[in-house]
């Protein structure tokens, strides 16, 4: 309980190496298609040094952030060889979209796993073991229900059902963290904790397949790496408009001489039992607010699956090189060409189920 941070990263060592070595024996290698110097050579090292710093300086905060990621899309738009994250990604909606939902939810989940654990040690006066233990419900329900929904989906070759619902619930359980209070059993605060990690499960990886369907295999590392570049991006944001909610509203809430607590908002000093049930009070309120700021992300991520069509888990086709610019576009795009459409009825996996024939009379004429 009172082991210092060295220790605490001193125990995600072993954990690094145990993950490092099944990684190596079980994840599938590609070989790949150039030598090791050309690779070398196709990396996007403007992109990733305007992007990093786009990001950071705009995290900080500097004027300088902004220049940055506007300097990061024009070399991804028309410099980089082997772009990091290509353009025309862009010009598909649903892509757009989940993106978008990706750095939503990215932003709520990175709130859920710092603030609430928060709001036990402050408001509850809970141990950080008890916390741990409280919270852990979230994160089992997470587990649990990823694998269901992976199998789900390998079954039924569907992921749209599994998105809905996942953004559902989430959104149910998130609107149930408002009836936390100072005085909430353990037993009521594990049940809207169950409800997020549900949704969770069913988000986080259906997103991802989601994403990839709606994608040309030649992409399907880009689409990946983009999506986690936006989770992660939306969670550094979320925690940075998160701990500006607490602290204002911390601040607000907080009794008179007590206003310099809200810069310290990890631990509460020794006080006489009224002041300190304002002070708790004070953080109570600014808990609160923060749980309230994670409602609307969640719904727009809602509103979003109206947007997602389920298109099986198919990948998009690259265009043949002798296809028209206008039917490369379609196939990214997700909609069947004109001349696929010209040529037979398929089914709605691509396959060809009636192929069309000449013209009667062209056939008598061979005869």
Not at 74 to 87: D, G
Not at 222 to 244: D, E, K, M, P, Q
Request: charged content about 15%; glycine content about 8%; some cysteine.
């Amino acid at each position: 309980m009172h082991s210092k941070p060295r220790a605490h990263c001193e125990r995600k060592q072993p954990l690094g190496v145990i993950v490092g070595v099944i990684s190596y024996f079980f994840l599938p290698s590609k070989p790949p298609d150039d030598d090791f110097m050309k690779s070398v050579k196709k990396i996007d090292y403007a992109g990733s040094f305007t992007s990093s710093a786009g990001v950071i300086l705009l995290l900080i905060p500097i004027s300088g952030g902004a220049l940055a990621l506007v300097s990061f899309v024009i070399v991804e738009w028309k410099f980089a060889k082997l772009p990091m994250m290509p353009v025309p990604i862009f010009k598909n909606k649903v892509v757009v979209v989940l993106l978008a939902q990706s750095f939503l939810f990215g932003a709520a989940y990175q709130g859920y796993l710092y603030y609430i654990p928060l709001y036990l040690q402050n408001a509850h006066q809970f141990s950080v073991i008890h916390s741990a233990g409280i919270y852990v419900s979230l994160v089992v329900c997470q587990s649990v229900f990823s694998i269901i929904s992976g199998q789900y989906i390998s079954r039924t070759q569907r992921y749209g059902e599994v998105i809905w619902a996942g953004f559902g619930l989430w959104t149910l359980g998130a609107g149930l963290t408002l009836i936390f209070d100072r005085n909430t059993k353990p037993g009521i605060i594990v049940i809207p904790l169950l409800i997020i990690g549900i949704g969770v499960g069913f988000i986080f990886q259906p997103t991802l397949v989601a994403l990839q369907a709606h994608s040309i295999k030649s992409r399907r590392a880009v689409i990946t790496s983009n999506r986690n570049f936006f989770r992660c991006a939306g969670g550094a944001c979320g925690l940075a408009v998160s701990a500006a909610v607490l602290q204002a509203t911390l601040r607000a809430n907080l009794p008179p001489g007590f206003k310099d607590l809200a810069s310290s908002t990890y631990s509460i000093p020794q006080l006489n039992e009224q002041d300190m049930s304002a002070v708790l009070d004070a953080y109570m309120a600014a808990s609160r607010a923060v749980f309230i700021l994670q409602i609307p992300l969640i719904g727009l991520c809602l509103v979003g699956c109206l947007l997602i069509k389920d298109r099986g888990l198919h990948p998009i086709e690259a265009a043949k090189p002798d296809d028209t610019s206008s039917e490369s576009r379609d196939e990214e795009m997700g909609h069947p060409s004109e001349k696929s459409s010209h040529d037979g009825n398929h089914d709605g996996h691509g396959q060809v189920l009636a192929q069309r024939t000449s013209a009667p009379q062209q056939q008598a004429g061979r005869t």
